[in-house]
């Protein structure tokens, strides 16, 4: 079987420096993409208050939500901790758009890393409760136990803790997908430290989908 991940540098290691960054910490999925745009047109200081905030008042999520559930993409995610950014994030073509967050923060005992999502899984620098068994839409199954590094994390490194404690594996055997193509729909990796965290995610996709399993089978049958 050919390596899913030939071609991508998972030793691509970012600068520390980089990630003080305001699009880190805004919660929200369109909020995040239109303030993107905004960044590339150069047209920030043309934004209203709302799409540079960090989270969305209780208020605010409600008139969004009562337009367009879509909408609410990210926003209900926990906040983030003091110095907290966002390095990666895995979105889910679910109904309601749900977001699983990557996160990192400088501390004295090094860079802690970790994974939360929009149903209560979060936890701090002792870790959190593990999400549950399987994944049931509006339930929670990240693993939310942090990792520490002193340094900023590889892609490799990033995309190996991001896909175990995301438990992507999982939601795509619950999911019962029938081809790579449409697990690919269901899930679009992006961030803005590590430029190739959805081509790992996707290669990782590749690696555990059960149809690739049958076709690796196959091709032993066939040697035989």
Do not use: C
């Not at 309601?96 to 994974?115: C, E, F, H, N, Q």
């Not at 409760?129 to 340094?151: A, L, N, Q």
């Amino acid at each position: 079987m050919t390596n899913p991940f030939a071609g991508i540098d998972l030793s691509f290691r970012p600068s520390a420096k980089l990630f003080p960054l305001l699009l880190s910490r805004v919660k929200g999925t369109v909020r995040r993409k239109e303030l993107m745009q905004a960044m590339e047109e150069e047209r920030l200081e043309d934004l209203p208050e709302q799409l540079l905030q960090s989270a969305l008042s209780p208020e605010q999520r409600s008139a969004s939500a009562a337009r367009n559930p879509a909408l609410m993409g990210g926003e209900y995610l926990p906040d983030f901790l003091k110095d907290e950014v966002e390095v990666a994030r895995i979105e889910l073509a679910s109904s309601t758009a749900d977001v699983i967050s990557i996160r990192m923060r400088p501390t004295k005992k090094g860079l802690v890393y970790r994974v939360v999502d929009e149903y209560g899984s979060g936890g701090g620098d002792e870790g959190g409760e593990e999400g549950e068994d399987e994944y049931v839409e509006g339930e929670s199954m990240v693993d939310s136990t942090p990792f520490v590094s002193k340094v900023p994390l590889t892609l490799g490194e990033l995309g190996e803790f991001a896909v175990e404690h995301a438990s992507v594996e999982d939601i795509i055997l619950l999911n019962e997908f029938y081809t790579v193509d449409e697990a690919f729909d269901f899930f679009k990796g992006s961030s803005v430290y590590y430029p190739e965290f959805e081509l790992y995610l996707d290669a990782y996709i590749t690696g555990v989908m059960p149809e690739n399993e049958d076709e690796e089978e196959d091709e032993e049958e066939d040697e035989e």
